[in-house]
């Protein structure tokens, strides 16, 4: 038993989403999630640069004395996780677009997968494409703008309902089933995507990665007593009062009082 809190990080409110699921599978484990928001969107910064936001994040987080950090970013996982597990002797649990569930749920063997440029570029999606892609037609395709409308609170709207059709429409018509939602933020577009395309299948990893982090605190006897509060809270480096914005928006309740970074 550990009552330390676990950290979760991301460029912004995208990985609310594994937070979310995360707080419900474990509900009395402490958190700190920490929205990057004053270099959101990560997407389309060089690898270098956003190993240096996650290793200062992740400075930040050991100083909060953290006892596992989820990298609730396909982006950052892509340019940093592999730097840093060999780094800081903490536990890491990162993020990879979900092509191995996809290919196995796909009826016609054409898969999309959404995500950054970052995440496309980095070395651990070719690994996954190696692993779990053959025999699968995968277009990928790069969410330019869809994050910024999470961010910017606009999920749900026509704007989001229109630019997640000039992404996919394309794909869908060409024959793919399943489309891959590979950026947390996307999470948040899952029903503006359903509305477009009612047959598509969304294959969306945030809650297997929360499960993954549970087991992991389990295995390693890190988890928290069970009569523990599961406080949350909140380290935003950008703007405060419009990241609590957005969480309204996305519909999460908290505290304000976020500290800045
Ligand atoms: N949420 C991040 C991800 O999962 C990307 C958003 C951004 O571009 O900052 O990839």
Redo the contacts with the bound molecule.
């Keep these: 038993m550990d009552p330390r809190p676990v950290g979760i990080f991301?460029?912004?409110a995208?990985?609310l989403s594994v937070l979310r699921a995360f707080r419900q599978l474990a509900p009395n484990e402490r958190v700190i999630y920490f929205a990057d928001t004053a270099y959101?969107?990560?997407?389309p910064r060089p690898a270098a640069e956003i190993r240096k936001r996650a290793f200062a994040i992740v400075h930040r987080l050991l100083e909060a004395d953290v006892k596992l950090i989820i990298v609730a970013?396909?982006?950052a996982s892509a340019a940093a996780i592999t730097d840093l597990r060999e780094a800081f002797p903490v536990p890491f649990v990162g993020?990879v677009p979900g092509l191995k569930p996809a290919a196995g749920a796909s009826a016609s063997g054409k898969v999309a997968i959404l995500?950054?440029d970052g995440?496309f570029d980095g070395a651990l999606y070719n690994r996954v494409v190696e692993e779990f892609g053959r025999g699968t037609r995968i277009t990928n395709i790069p969410g330019h703008g869809l994050?910024e409308l999470v961010e910017r609170g606009q999920s749900g709207t026509p704007l989001a309902r229109a630019a997640v059709r000039e992404a996919l429409a394309s794909s869908v018509q060409a024959g793919v089933d399943t489309v891959v939602l590979g950026?947390?933020?996307y999470h948040f577009l899952q029903s503006d995507i359903a509305a477009e395309f009612p047959g598509l299948a969304i294959v969306d990893t945030s809650e297997a990665v929360a499960r993954r982090a549970v087991s992991v605190l389990k295995e390693a006897g890190l988890d928290a007593p069970p009569g523990q509060e599961g406080v949350l809270d909140l380290i935003v480096t950008g703007d405060r009062d419009a990241f609590h914005g957005v969480m309204e928006q996305l519909g999460f309740p908290h505290r304000k009082a976020a500290t800045n970074a």
């Design positions: 991301d460029s912004g995208g990985g959101f969107p990560y997407g970013c396909n982006t993020m995500a950054t995440t994050a950026c947390t933020h």
